[in-house]
Nanobody, 124 residues
């Protein structure tokens, strides 16, 4: 059974850093792309980043470019999201997710398997 488990969230001051992890099981990990999404209270879920299974191509929403870095370690079945220079507007629940296809997508409706989420709060 497909399972995705996020961890690494917490409370951090503006300008600080966090590294999120997404540990996967129940499927051949390196066959699929993994996306990160976030959702703030009262707002829609938005795509943050994605990494493909082929060539490790990466994608970022404009608001996090230059600050966030996505990576994957296939041997550990884990995708990471390194978040630097955090801003209050980065606050939200962060989810990792997997499509039924290997390519990346920024649309949550195109993902079928989701983790439970991890809370990130950026506040002074």
């Amino acid at each position: 059974q497909v399972q995705l488990v996020e961890s690494g969230g917490g409370l951090v001051q503006p300008g600080g850093s966090l590294r999120l992890s997404c540990v996967a099981s129940g499927f051949t990990f390196d066959y699929y792309s993994i996306g990160w999404f976030r959702q703030a209270p009262g707002k829609v879920r938005e795509g943050v980043s994605c990494i493909t299974s082929t060539y490790n191509s990466v994608y970022y929403v404009d608001s996090v470019k230059g600050r966030f870095t996505i990576s994957r370690d296939n041997a550990k079945n884990t995708v990471y999201l390194q978040m630097n220079s955090l801003k209050p507007e980065d606050t939200g629940i962060y989810y990792c997710a997997r499509r039924r296809q290997i390519s990346c997508s920024g649309f949550p409706t195109q993902y079928y398997y989701w983790g439970q989420g991890t809370q990130v709060t950026v506040s002074s």
